[in-house]
């Protein structure tokens, strides 16, 4: 479940675009009200969810196996940690640009 949510993160964003282009848009205007920070919220909700989920199922597997540390699970706990900081950094630039 959550390799698939993670997965669906950019497509949720394209559709979060969607649902805003046809219910938000002023074809009179040039203006468009679906900025890229709307996407960019969607993207944060499902990844922080779906890795923080993650990251609990790995340490969860460590201590159901007994050991942790050196083990696929401690290296799959630090590649999703390090997905979730680059996610958060990723919005943080987003906002601020």
Not at 6 to 14: F, I, Y
Not at 30 to 45: A, E, G, K, W, Y
Not at 77 to 88: Q, R
């Amino acid at each position: 479940m959550t390799d698939q949510a993670v997965s669906m993160a950019t497509p949720l964003k394209d559709f979060s675009y969607s649902i805003c282009y046809f219910t938000e848009i002023n074809f009179d205007s040039n203006d468009n009200p679906c900025n890229d920070t709307n996407r960019v919220s969607v993207v944060l909700i499902v990844a922080v969810s779906a890795l923080s989920y993650r990251i609990i199922q790995c340490l969860r597997q460590g201590y159901d196996k007994g050991e942790y540390f050196l083990t696929p699970f401690f290296f799959n706990t630090l590649k999703y940690a390090s997905s979730l900081v680059t996610a958060v950094l990723a919005f943080q630039y987003k906002l601020e640009g």
